[in-house]
């Protein structure tokens, strides 16, 4: 009978990494640590090791493992994992045959396989593999021996949906981690966004090296692995969504969910929870921001110092990234900042600003969208465009230009299922997506296109609103805030004092600052489509 096996969360020993690291724990005190954090299952992988001081190795590690109740996987050795009676072993592509590895160990014996393509994972289902290790997701200088460049989260999904497929249709039962470069702050966007598009069901686990291996406490740092991956798996708001194919809620019933959240944030001020909203934002719109977060309730501070990330992250509610007037320093607090609100699970909204505009801002938008991800990615018809590789919409400096899509609705439903994060695109009619429905905003005023920084605004008031609801149901949180920036700006320009661009600008903060409940709720006018 086989051992049992939990992939939850997966450790690669790499003695090299503690030697390096000059750490006093010998391998066998430091995979105990490990597993006391919360590690489910070791792979004893020591590449330079010589056949006696692998055995050896694997004896001390094994005594630890048994008595544990976790089990113990010996990289590529066979005869290592005979010799100390391992639970199995995991063989790479060019190992030893699956077959002849299973005729070695016997039907027993745990045996797992890395797989970079489609077909490799084919095959080794096909052969009966216990689990499937794709990678390699990010590079890592642990594994520089892989066939195929980092792949990122999507690449990983797209061989887990194939191998999904081909164990439904075989009647195999499928199971995976996926390794390189996993950390706890990118956990739970790599689970997040390796989740199968068509099923929903996630990865078993991730597998990590260097993020237990080179910490000063291993059992501190699995702590903190295993709580990212358990948010991952079961409390992000990804992993509480409804199923693709289920008709959720209709107009009235969604208008009844965002006043809801408009009335949680306009409570009095000594029972609403202010948020931190914090913005790197352009600098052509900061104080127009600022100004619109306070008003509508948040409490906004714009740090674009890299050096302040770490500290500012504990505290801050939601990120607001944008990128209109980007610089290399700015990139860096970006990166900073949207590190460590993955850390802190905290909620991230992405405006592209330009993205079609040059390669510089296509290449940095796909870097973070890969690293970091988002719950909210907002923009204009053709920043949208340049997301999705479409040609009906296109960019002259920040501005779309274009008939507009076809299909508006198909688009930013294609575009947050791939992302797995809400999708707000603004124009004459706003959509708004979480990739199982799609909601059209057919509150604003033309009045809005003409002063910088409207649609800027409607990221800090999307911000100022997710948070509350940001790992529950952030495409509430998306549609209060793009229903109290529209409303606001159709309550500015019916002012008699507005007489222009210059007056509608000082109105539309006064209006966001006015804007009450009742207002809101008669007001709004969503379409479910």
Known sequence: MKPNLDLTLYLVTDSGILASAKSNKTLAQTVEEAIHGGVTVV???????????????????????????????????????????????HIGQDDMPLSEARRLLGDDKIIGVTVQTEEEAEAAIAGGADYLGIGTCYATATKRDARVANQGPHGIRSIWEHSLKVGHATGHRVRAVTIGGINAHNTVHVLTCTRSLSTKVPLDGVAVVSAIMASDSPRDAAGLLRRQIEFGLHSSWVAKQRELDSNVRGSAEMCAAVTHVFERARAPASTAVVPLVQHITNTVVINDCANACLALGGSPIMASDP????????????????????????????????????????????????????????????????????????????????????????????????????????????????????????????????????????????????????????????????????HDDPLVGALAGVVAINLAAEAAASRDDVKGPGTFRAAFIDEMHNLTVDRFARGMRIEKL
């Open 307 to 470: 050096s302040e990330q770490r500290d500012l992250a504990p505290a801050v509610s939601s990120v607001v990234v944008n990128i209109g007037t980007i610089s290399s320093s700015q990139m860096n607090a970006i990166r900073e900042s949207m590190r460590e609100a993955r850390l802190h699970n905290t909620p991230i909204v992405l405006d592209p600003v330009g993205v079609g505009a040059t390669a510089s801002r296509r290449d940095f938008v796909s870097e973070l969208l890969r690293d970091y991800g988002a719950h909210v990615i907002k923009g204009n018809a053709g920043e949208i465009a340049a997301l999705v590789g479409s040609a009906e919409m296109r960019m002259r400096g920040v501005d779309a230009v274009g008939v507009g899509f076809e299909d508006p609705t198909r688009v930013v439903r294609d575009l947050s299922r791939r992302e797995q994060c809400v999708v707000v695109m603004t124009g004459k009619v706003d959509y708004v997506s979480d990739g199982c429905s799609v909601y059209a905003v057919h509150n604003g005023h033309q009045l809005q296109s003409s002063i910088t920084g409207s649609g800027c605004m409607v990221g800090t008031a999307v911000a100022t609103f997710i948070h509350s609801v940001a």
């Open 43 to 89: 792979q004893l992988r020591e590449k330079q090791a010589e056949t006696s001081e692998f055995v050896k190795l694997g004896v001390a590690v094994k005594e630890v493992t048994k008595r544990m109740g976790v089990a113990l996987l010996i990289n590529d050795r066979i005869d290592v994992a005979l010799a100390v009676d391992a639970d199995g072993v």
